[in-house]
């Protein structure tokens, strides 16, 4: 298991976006999270260090086709707040936890990505890792009028 090992992943897609932290089916109210979509070989290399890879099956079942791994992620600002910064034409605008939610609408056009993880262990010996974003640059497709005015009401870089 990872002990202080974080993990960059650069032009990354990201799913199942809840910046907010809205409560859902797979979700309790207020955790921030998202899937990332990671390359077969650096999954296996998660895995083999005990991440939770998981796989999301194709659609259609066509055969011999594998499924897309991916790395649950969550994100706190309350121990070890991340540093999450919005790329634009305009610069780079860092989020807070009052401002991270616009990206669950946002059309991201690139995300880098450093996760840490945070070891855990349950009384009877189950444990784990969990992933947390540590450092986030999210790269959005702007419109006319928010590449001319400019978007985010965060301080600017």
């Keep these: 298991m990872p002990q202080d090992n974080t993990v960059l992943m650069e032009g990354v897609r990201i799913i199942f976006r809840n910046f907010t932290g809205k409560e859902g089916k797979f979700n309790k109210p207020g955790d921030r999270n998202f899937g990332v979509v990671i390359p077969p070989g650096l999954a296996s290399q998660l895995n083999e260090d005990g ?14 086709e594998e499924g897309t791994p ?5 994100i706190r600002f ?10 634009t034409s305009n610069g780079r605008t860092q989020l807070g936890e009052d401002q991270v939610e616009m990206l669950d609408w946002a059309d991201i056009t690139n995300v880098d990505l450093i996760v840490r993880p945070y070891n855990w262990e349950m009384p009877g010996g189950k444990s784990g ?18 590449a001319k005015y400019g978007i985010g009401d965060g301080p600017q870089e």
Excluded: H
């Design 51 to 64: 991440w939770p890879v998981k796989v999301l099956e194709p659609r259609e079942q066509d055969e011999g």
């Design 70 to 74: 991916w790395l649950p992620v969550s």
């Design 78 to 87: 309350d121990v070890f707040p991340p540093r999450v910064v919005l790329v």
């Design 129 to 146: 890792v969990k992933a947390y974003v540590k450092t986030m640059y999210v790269t959005i497709e702007e419109d006319a009028l928010e």
